[in-house]
């Protein structure tokens, strides 16, 4: 199961896990879709490909929480 991260990596926009606009890699480093387009669709940490994230349904939520814990800047 992803862990859909909070935010972006980048910028620190928050990216809730119900709402589009995420991209991450196979490592599941996120970015919001401005940053994914100005790194060329490229993980600056690990030189992956960015792709959409899919969201998760809110019904799913509260059994399957998104993370809290923000990388922006950490």
């Known amino acids: 199961m992803l862990e859909m991260r ?3 990596e980048r910028c620190g926009l928050d990216l809730p896990a119900e709402a589009p606009g995420a991209f991450i890699c196979s490592l599941e480093c996120t970015f919001c879709a401005e940053c994914a387009e100005a790194l060329d669709d490229r993980c ?6 960015l792709m959409d994230r ?6 799913l939520l509260a059994e399957h929480p998104a993370a809290t814990t923000r990388r922006f800047g950490g």
């Open 54 to 59: 899919p969201t998760r349904a809110r019904t």
């Open 44 to 49: 600056p940490n690990c030189g992956g490909e």
């Open 6 to 8: 909070p935010d972006c």
